[in-house]
């Protein structure tokens, strides 16, 4: 019956109106092939805009759907296809017909833009079809819509402007996962289709570091450069919005910044916290900068990492135990990549990479994700959803249950 279905739907013939939301559609991608060509730090370089591929438009793949708006949702952290996660919360559900089947999906608001009055009605609707992994992107495709374009209880779903995630075009962006109650059973054979061309490494645009707010020159400046610095709490409301706040990279020609790198040092290593890491979140400072002990050098030394990125993360996994000197009296265990390949800048602002395995690599990760506002138990909340095979049930990772707290 569906594939009935799929035949007449192409052979429904074509008017002078469906020319006319043709031309409309073209002049909609050509205007997103126009704003990629201008970004010089974008996903897609301008040799390779060629490879961007759609369906032809179509009419039938744009529908009216019911609104369902949800009342009392609680944020929850959306997965990334890079390891980490985003803030969302449901805001609605969109029931609506193609080819004579019902669907619904659920359209989200981001948290982290949402108090932005500009973005206020910004929806975000990702979804996986039966094309994915096909005709389309493996990871799903999104589409955004407009709370303020709810009419009477609906609102237009457009799948013909359907676009991929920008990780399908490179490496280094934070692509949400379509979550599982947006997996549909059909085709969508509308908006853009699988990019054929080269994958980029998305380039370092250090134009965008920023310099230390007054507020966190403050912080800095309370102390020598071998004073230690307070570690903030999730048990302090006012803390944990910085704990939970996403950072910035910093300007390495700030001048407080060695003072920060040493005050940090000495707060990691300070009797009370016998910590193998700490991230500038914890002390305040909503800039990324972390230290991390090298237990995979001789020595294991503590360094200090400016503006570090994870751009890869295996997929064979370890689980071991880990606390965090910002959440007091808690341990967990913890499934983490068990290796992974870290992008960070040196003094000079040269550009470096480096693969790291093992605990060293678990602490990293650890300590990034305070970077983008993710506490560990953050963590063991996304796993406790998503099921996990075990090579091997008699050969597990670990480390010793002591005083060790990245």
């Known amino acids: 019956m569906r594939f009935i279905l799929y035949l007449l ?39 390779n805009i060629g ?12 529908v009216q759907a019911d609104v369902e708006i949800l009342f009392g949702e609680k944020p929850f952290r959306m997965p990334t296809y890079d390891g980490t996660s985003n803030d969302y919360k449901r805001y609605a559900l969109l029931h ?22 500009q973005y206020k009605d910004y929806l975000f609707l990702p979804f996986i079809d039966e094309t994915n992994g096909f005709e389309t992107y493996t990871g799903g495709r999104y589409i955004e819509l ?11 779903i457009d799948f013909n402007k359907a676009y991929n995630p920008y990780c399908a075009y490179s490496s280094g962006y934070r692509c949400p996962k379509p979550p599982a109650e947006n997996i549909l059973q059909t085709h969508i054979l509308a908006g853009e289709k699988a990019y054929k061309g080269p994958k980029n490494e998305r380039p370092v645009n250090k134009a965008m570091a920023k310099n230390f707010t007054e507020k966190e020159k403050n912080i800095i400046s309370t102390g020598d450069t071998s004073s230690k ?14 704990l939970k706040a996403t950072s910035q990279d910093i300007n390495i020609d700030d001048p407080l910044l ?37 237990f995979d050098k001789a020595g294991e030394p503590f360094e200090f990492f400016i503006n570090p990125k994870i751009i890869w993360r295996s997929k064979l ?28 800048w040196d003094k000079n602002g040269n550009v470096i990479e480096e693969n790291i395995e093992g605990f060293t690599a678990v602490i990293f990760q650890h300590e990034v994700d305070h970077l983008y506002g993710i506490l560990y138990p953050d963590r063991l909340e996304e796993q ?23």
């Open 317 to 344: 996994t370890r689980l071991g135990a880990e606390g965090c000197l910002s959440i007091p009296d808690r341990r967990d265990d913890v499934t983490r990549s068990y290796a992974i390949r870290l992008q960070y």
């Open 384 to 406: 406790a959803a998503n099921q996990k095979i075990e090579l091997n049930e008699k050969l597990k990772f670990s480390i010793e249950n002591g005083n060790i707290r990245p």
């Open 9 to 47: 739907l192409f052979l429904l013939p074509f008017g002078s109106k469906a020319q006319t939301y043709q031309q409309k559609i073209d002049s909609y991608r050509n205007e997103i092939k126009s704003k990629f060509e201008k970004d010089t730090f974008g996903p897609l370089r301008k040799e």
């Open 258 to 294: 060695e003072i920060l790198e040493k005050r940090m040092l000495a707060t990691v290593q300070a009797p009370e916290h016998a910590g193998v890491g700490i991230a500038a979140p914890q002390v305040g400072i909503n800039k990324n900068l972390i230290w991390v002990q090298r």
């Open 96 to 117: 609506f017909e193609i080819l004579g089947e019902k669907h619904t999906l659920t359209a989200y608001q981001s948290a982290a833009i949402f108090q932005n009055p």
């Open 51 to 62: 490879y961007l591929d759609y369906y032809t438009a179509n009419e039938n793949f744009v």
């Open 146 to 156: 407009d709370a303020s374009k709810v009419v009477n209880g609906k609102i237009t």
């Open 229 to 242: 610095l307070h570690v903030y709490q999730t048990t302090n409301e006012k803390e944990l919005a910085v």
